[in-house]
Each structure stands twice: as structure tokens, then as C-alpha cells.
T-cell receptor, first 110, second 112 residues
Framework: RKEVEQDPGPFNVPEGATVAFNCTYS??????FFWYRQDCRKEPKLLMS???SGNEDGRFTAQLNRASQYISLLIRDSKLSDSATYLCVVAPKAGTALIFGKGTTLSVSS | DAGVIQSPRHEVTEMGQEVTLRCKPI?????LFWYRQTMMRGLELLIYFNNNVPIDDSGMPEDRFSAKMPNASFSTLKIQPSEPRDSAVYFC??????????FGPGTRLTVL
């Protein structure tokens, strides 16, 4: 089983749609969780951290279910500029390197 | 802050040649990571350093790959000899919080 698994997509949605991405991780002792965004031919950049209580940043909502080892990202009112690859990221423990999923590709069309 | 700096941005070389990739982390960051990204395998951790000391190099594919961090502001990743299957984008990232990583723009390597 891969350490971090994501549905690769692509997800093709119209502007204004709500879209959800899911991710599972294999190490139950993992401590920190993130979503990164990667635009075509660019480096990954932090989108948001994911907290156990769930957290929201504008149109983006992240959820963590430790019991199921499951992370989600919800994007509301999709914009054309949301088109990118979204990477689910797990830190096994403090001070260790981040483990990345292969990413889910989102394409938002007008 | 200039962010993580990598050079070269693009490298095209022939099989068997030595390739050296360079990275300057963000000033004050104490951890540095080398990742490789391909379509097939996604982002893979190659090696990471804490305070210039290699901590985990289990992701380094084979002996052809080596990495050094002689000081807090510079690291290299060397491939010798290079092979076509080494073609990928190589990212360097740094962090000061032990988890949150800032990436450089990457080096796109093509081995013919």
C-alpha cells in the first residue's frame, strides 16, 4: 500500500461547481497534514494545513479523520484559476520529510 | 526573501555524463530536502539534511546519486554517470519548522 494515495483524476468541472478531493494515508502515527497546490511546470506550494477539527480558508475546506486515516479538500464556487494539481501531504513525525501523494488534477472550465 | 534558489533550471545532457544540481535554501532554514518528480512516480524524497547533516538517504536510487551540504547555504545533488531514466524534475525544498516546506523552482533534467 502506498504511503499516501489520491485519486489522480482529472476532475473536470464548470466554474462555480463544488468539488471534493480525498486522500488516504497508511501511517497511523502521522502527525501533520497538508494540501499543496502545483501549477503546470511549477513547484508545489502550500495551500493549507489540515487540522483534526477541520479548517476553512475562504472557498477551501480541509478535513482530517484520523480514525479512518483520511483527508479531504473541498473547493466551493470553483474558479478558472483553481485549475491545478492538488497534492495531499503527510508528515510522519516532526522533523522528518514530507510524504506526497501523486496528486489530483483539477480542470475548471468556463 | 529570494526563496529557495536552484540551478540550473534546465539541463540537457547525454547518457554517461556527470550532472550536478545546486540548491541554496532560504536563509535561516535548518532542513533541506531533495525530491524528484516524474509522471509515473510523482514526488519522491531522495534525501534530506538537518543542520547540514544527512538524516535519511534511503530514497537515493543507487550509488550513481550523491548529495552534499557543505554549509547551511548550499547543497548539491550529483548524478554520475547519468542515465535516460534519471530524466525528471528535481526539486530542492527547505524548512525551519521541521514540517512546512518551501520549494525551489526545480531543475528539469533530460538525459539523452
Amino acid at each position: 500500500r502506498k504511503e499516501v494515495e489520491q485519486d489522480p483524476g482529472p476532475f473536470n468541472v464548470p466554474e462555480g461547481a463544488t468539488v471534493a478531493f480525498n486522500c488516504t494515508y497508511s501511517n497511523s502515527a502521522s502527525q501533520s497534514f497538508f494540501w499543496y497546490r502545483q501549477d503546470c511546470r511549477k513547484e508545489p506550494k502550500l495551500l493549507m494545513s489540515v487540522y483534526s477539527s477541520g479548517n476553512e480558508d475562504g472557498r477551501f475546506t480541509a478535513q482530517l479523520n484520523r480514525a479512518s486515516q483520511y483527508i479531504s479538500l473541498l473547493i466551493r464556487d470553483s474558479k478558472l484559476s483553481d485549475s491545478a494539481t492538488y497534492l495531499c501531504v503527510v508528515a510522519p513525525k516532526a522533523g522528518t520529510a514530507l510524504i506526497f501523494g501523486k496528486g489530483t488534477t483539477l480542470s475548471v472550465s468556463s | 526573501d529570494a526563496g529557495v534558489i536552484q540551478s540550473p533550471r534546465h539541463e540537457v545532457t547525454e547518457m554517461g555524463q556527470e550532472v550536478t544540481l545546486r540548491c541554496k535554501p532560504i536563509s535561516g532554514h535548518n532542513s533541506l530536502f531533495w525530491y524528484r518528480q516524474t509522471m509515473m512516480r510523482g514526488l519522491e524524497l531522495l534525501i534530506y539534511f538537518n543542520n547540514n547533516v544527512p538524516i535519511d538517504d534511503s530514497g537515493m536510487p543507487e550509488d550513481r546519486f550523491s548529495a552534499k551540504m557543505p554549509n547551511a547555504s548550499f547543497s548539491t545533488l550529483k548524478i554520475q554517470p547519468s542515465e535516460p531514466r534519471d530524466s525528471a524534475v528535481y526539486f530542492c525544498a527547505s524548512t525551519s519548522k521541521g514540517e512546512l516546506a518551501f520549494f525551489g523552482p526545480g531543475t528539469r533534467l533530460t538525459v539523452l
